[in-house]
């Protein structure tokens, strides 16, 4: 499987979006890099998938929902991957909507990543949501990860911790 990059700005962008994800699907990509770092070449991984095999120089993208509007935010925290097995080349984010944003509208959030030399590593994805983080903005993670609130006596009990999705990524 494949992935695009969908680039707002252009009016000319979802025809453009379309004309790519169509050559993608027939296995017609010409392999030259995009602007957001990825590449025809890079692999899509399931997001649930957390144990990742890669050759050197390989890239491949995980994929996550994301929805601004709903405080629904993804992340790449500390500790970030062995940057002499692994490299992360940025993130993408595209909307559901398209070129023109729309109100609670949601999109797809994509980390790509470039495997760089032999040896095992791990990196974590952090997904906050209105009830699970406090004091993150979409490019700023919360400051801590556990529970959003301390419990006092007669109060609600804290909300619960953020989903942590741990990855190991071995490169041959």
Not at 150 to 165: H, V
Request: charged share 15%; hydrophobic share 30%.
């Amino acid at each position: 499987m494949r992935t695009a990059s969908i680039f707002r700005g252009s009016r000319g962008g979802a025809a453009i979006a379309a004309a790519a994800l169509l050559a993608l699907a027939t296995g017609c990509g010409s392999g030259t890099e995009d602007p957001s770092g990825g590449s025809a070449g890079t692999t899509s991984r399931p997001v649930k998938d957390t144990t990742i095999s890669a050759g050197q120089g390989e890239r491949f993208t995980l994929t996550v929902g994301q929805n601004v509007s709903t405080r629904e935010f993804w992340y790449l925290v500390d500790p970030g991957p062995d940057s002499s097995v692994l490299v992360s080349r940025g993130r993408d984010y595209a909307s559901d909507s398209g070129d023109e944003p729309m109100a609670g509208a949601g999109g797809r959030l994509t980390f790509t990543f470039e495997a760089k030399g032999k040896g095992t590593t791990q990196f974590t994805l952090l997904h906050c949501t209105f009830t699970t983080c406090q004091g993150n903005t979409a490019t700023q993670p919360p400051g801590t990860t556990g529970p959003s609130a301390t419990p006092s006596a007669g109060t609600a009990s804290p909300s619960p911790a953020p989903e942590r999705i741990t990855y190991t990524v071995t490169v041959d």
